[in-house]
């Protein structure tokens, strides 16, 4: 009885922690499969997640967001909050914003997570229109 309840148990908290998206994680760029940063994703205490570059991979052409249009404009890129004020809706992260501090735009975003990776989505209008990208979670 004692190992049905130990393993019901375990099985609970591995699936609280399965869904769960903060820490750090390897950005692969969609285009090109390099890997370009390291993005640390926290939870806030109004409840939301966010993330920030916490190191840069690939030394950007410019190490400032020049075409950012908010807050971020011409600020550094390392250290920049690149998603911000994603919801948990079940087993999925919505609601946010991402943006891409190569362009400067901002995008509606939507993470899920599958084992140690997650899989970013930034789309206009509807989730059809966008594009993915796999993260890998660092060790």
Known sequence: ??????????????????????????????????????????????????????????????????DCKDDRKNKPILGMEVVRGLSKDGSEFTGGTITDPKTGKTYKCTITRSGDKLNVRGYIGFSLIGRSQTWHKVK
């Open 1 to 66: 009885m004692k190992k049905i309840i130990f393993a019901f148990v375990a099985m609970f908290f591995a699936t609280l922690s399965y869904a769960q998206i903060e820490g750090k994680w390897k950005t692969i760029d969609d285009e090109t499969g390099q890997e370009k940063s390291i993005v640390e994703i926290f939870k806030k205490s109004d409840g939301k997640y966010y993330g920030k570059v916490t190191q840069l991979l690939i030394k950007p052409a410019n190490p400032n967001c020049v």
